[in-house]
């Protein structure tokens, strides 16, 4: 069964028009995309909206849920660009915890998918 994502290029495309039009042109080679990966979204996002203050994103924080994608495309991102996890965690406005949490669950599923009895 496949699952059911929101349509962000539709979306953003409709904020960008009703909201603030004067974006456009930040936004656009973003937009052209195909397909906007989670990295994307949380680019778009910050570009309308700029930063938010410390209650708006402990708000959003709280209902924020990652996919197994979203999870390797961070993990990536990390190793790409060789931060640890406290840096991590605070470009991607997540707990320590929860970076070093996935870590190891990836670093685990590594190990018990290459073991071959």
Not at 49 to 60: H, I, K
Not at 82 to 95: C, G
Request: aromatic share 8%; net charge positive; charged share 30%.
């Amino acid at each position: 069964m496949e699952k059911l994502q929101p349509d962000y290029k539709r979306i953003y495309n409709d904020i960008i028009i009703k909201r603030c039009p004067e974006n456009k042109e930040k936004c656009l080679s973003i937009l052209r995309k195909k397909d906007l990966s989670f990295l994307d979204v949380i680019k778009l996002n910050s570009l309308i909206f700029g930063s938010q203050n410390r209650e708006n994103n402990v708000l959003n924080q709280r209902h924020r849920s990652y996919d197994q994608s979203a999870i390797i495309e961070i993990l990536n991102y990390q190793k790409k660009n060789n931060l640890n996890n406290i840096e991590t965690a605070r470009y991607f406005k997540l707990s320590r915890n929860t970076v070093a949490k996935w870590r190891k669950l990836s670093q685990n599923m590594l190990i018990t998918n290459n073991y071959k009895p």
